[in-house]
């Protein structure tokens, strides 16, 4: 695939330990594996000073190939811990991606009888990877071993370390969404728990009824449960792939998922396109058969009787609505009438999920609203149920466990509420547009690659209603550098206004009462004094004394992305942009930078914004080599 480059490729080793096996040989399938993965699992051992460990390798499993995606850690491999962190990690994966195998120390290696009764351990084909803490710092890549239960067969894989995992290229997306709700007796204080277990059981049997069909939405398509059958749309069989999908469903209605876009920490000193393929998602809608045999065998067939029971006026009856809203990746080659069973297997997990939230986060016997979220790490997506009506402060030590388990920094936001995905069905006509970047990277451009790290809007002149034209850049490219940090959970205030940034300069004694409703420029410094005012966020000033020099800049700039990862606001002359990110070649000393420019006044429509250049990159020629810059580059804070 053009979206992949191949670092190395590595065929041979020693295996220690105690497995035991009766051959070893080459395994039929490579492991593929990001190189950040397993750098970060480098840096994540030495950071907390690890002596002895375990974790899972989770992935998907292609035709030719075991594909990681992620690798967890804990201390110990005794039984409780095992169950526990298995059953943590089971919960929050989208179904199609799973655990593939076991990574350990060496020192203590494992045996094959302490896996043999772990429930869910794949009994062939499990992959093991072995680690020695006194050279993994020294080691290029890691070595693994796909191992037979069955035959007790170990077999050295041909290991490729991938610069990205195109994961849209073997797997399409379902994104099935059902809205249920369950009725709670809460009049008798005993055993509360116990009647909600009951009423969560009857939701997961209707659910796995025969009652139960899944609309594609877009299509005329209907899959039932009770045996391969394609309603509704006779052009498509049992037997149709799901890769052909797209050519039964609105072409303008196949969503595309951010997925397999250049990640904003990934390297090459190769050309490359930031905007890969995409994966594409596909909306699902659960719903119900009311009349015909399955129906009526799932009903009581005698005749109504009505029941009256009078109870006291503190009896209450609790209404909790479950909305469902599960992910499912399969491979391209599965065929449709294998999907209902899949997304069955999502939703009950993800009632399982809601149990254990409503149970755990009860306060004062009242049940919490559960709500899922969908957040997407690396290359593939994870899913948590938090309780809807707590705050974020009140959800750290959960956050915390997640980051621990997943190997996510521990002060940085990641699956804060404000992280989460946003699909394009949820996104409104006329609504700001997201990371315009992901799809304007194309061209010629040569060198070590780094962009901003996470979401942001693009915030440009004539919106609002505010004609701004003329002499409001920079206050558009602070409110894009603020919709930063509010999308990645630092803030949860709203971007500002024109004349709420005007009044916070007031406010900080930077500007006079009459500069609020005026129409004055203002510069990246006044840009700095706002996120700090209004935020707390500082920034550092890099002046630059003409714009010649600026192409002198692209090692600083580097590290600014690659440590902070916030996009910049430069201002120059009487114009303001913003950076999003560089592209700096080590051989001639060429920098490039990819702009955002908030001159543009048109629709919010990328494909005009990408193709007339006013999100792109842009060598040093495009600075006034006259004028002197400055640049605000925000800092991030330690926060979870």
Not at 74 to 88: G, I, M, P, R, S
Not at 103 to 111: L, N, T
Request: net charge neutral; hydrophobic share 35%; glycine share 6%.
């Amino acid at each position: 695939s053009d979206s992949k480059t191949i670092i190395g490729v590595w065929e041979t080793g020693n295996v220690d330990g105690s497995w035991s096996c009766s051959k070893m040989g080459k395994a039929k399938k490579n492991l593929n594996i990001e190189a950040g993965i397993f750098r970060n699992f480098k840096k994540t051992i030495y950071r907390r000073r690890l002596t002895s460990f375990v974790g899972f390798l989770y992935g998907y499993s292609s035709t030719d190939s075991q594909n990681i995606v992620g690798i967890t850690l804990w201390n110990d491999l005794v039984e409780q811990n095992f169950k526990k962190e298995f059953d943590t990690l089971n919960a929050i994966l989208p179904t199609g991606i799973c655990i593939l195998g076991l990574v350990y120390d060496d020192a203590e290696p494992i045996s094959e009888d302490t896996l043999i009764h772990r429930e869910s351990i794949p009994s062939d084909g499990f992959v093991i990877m072995p680690v020695n803490l006194e050279t993994v710092d020294f080691c290029e890549a890691p070595l693994f071993y796909s191992y037979s239960l069955n035959s007790s067969a170990m077999s050295l894989m041909k290991t490729v370390l991938l610069d990205s995992l195109s994961v849209s290229t073997d797997l399409v997306m379902f994104r099935v969404r059902c809205q249920l709700h369950v009725n709670v007796d809460q009049y008798e204080c005993e055993n509360v728990d116990g009647r909600l277990i009951g009423e969560i059981n009857h939701v997961t049997n209707k659910l796995t009824s025969n009652t139960t069909l899944f609309q594609l939405s877009a299509s005329k398509i209907l899959l039932q449960t009770e045996s391969p059958a394609v309603l509704g749309d006779p052009s498509v069989s049992v037997n149709t792939l799901c890769k052909d999908l797209a050519k039964h469903v609105r072409q303008k209605d196949v969503r595309d998922c951010d997925v397999d876009f250049y990640q904003a920490t990934k390297k090459t000193t190769k050309t490359q396109n930031i905007d890969g393929e995409k994966l594409p998602c596909y909306d699902v809608n659960v719903v119900f058969r009311l009349t015909g045999g399955a129906a009526i065998n799932g009903s009581l067939t005698c005749v109504p009787v009505i029941h009256q029971e009078t109870k006291s006026e503190y009896y209450k009856i609790v209404k909790i609505p479950l909305n469902l809203d599960c992910l499912v990746y399969v491979l391209k080659s599965t065929k449709i009438s294998d999907l209902p069973a899949q997304f069955v297997a999502s939703l009950t997990s993800q009632l399982d999920a809601m149990h254990d939230c409503l149970v755990q986060y009860k306060k004062e016997g009242q049940y919490c609203t559960p709500k899922p979220y969908h957040f997407l790490l690396n290359s593939s997506h994870i899913t948590t149920v938090y309780p809807h009506s707590f705050t974020e402060s009140e959800l750290v030590s959960l956050r915390r466990k997640i980051h621990q388990l997943l190997l996510l920094p521990l002060d940085r936001p990641k699956i804060r509420i404000s992280n989460r995905c946003s699909f394009p069905s949820e996104r409104k006509p006329g609504e700001l547009l997201r990371n315009c970047h992901l799809s304007a990277l194309k061209g010629s451009i040569s060198g070590r690659i780094s962009s901003v790290q996470g979401d942001y809007q693009y915030h440009h002149y004539m919106q609002d209603g505010v004609d701004d034209s003329g002499w409001g850049c920079a206050y558009r490219s602070l409110q894009t550098l603020w919709s930063w940090f509010l999308l990645q959970g630092y803030t949860d205030k709203p971007v500002s206004t024109h004349t709420e940034i005007q009044q916070a300069l007031v406010d900080v004694g930077d500007k006079p009462q009459k500069f609020v409703g005026c129409r004055d420029w203002i510069g990246s410094i006044e840009v700095s004094n706002v996120l700090n005012h209004c935020i707390g966020v500082t920034s550092k000033i890099m002046y630059v004394s003409t714009g010649a020099a600026l192409g002198s800049k692209g090692r600083e700039l580097l590290y600014h992305f690659d440590s902070q990862g916030t996009p910049v606001m430069i201002g120059g002359g009487v114009l303001a942009h913003t950076i999003l990110g560089v592209c700096f070649n080590d051989s001639t000393g060429e920098t490039n930078f990819l702009i955002l420019d908030p001159h543009y006044t048109g629709d919010e429509d990328i494909k005009t914004i990408v193709h007339k250049g006013w999100c792109a990159w842009k060598g040093k020629e495009f600075w006034d080599k006259t004028s002197y810059y400055n640049l605000c580059m925000p800092q991030r804070t330690a926060l979870i």
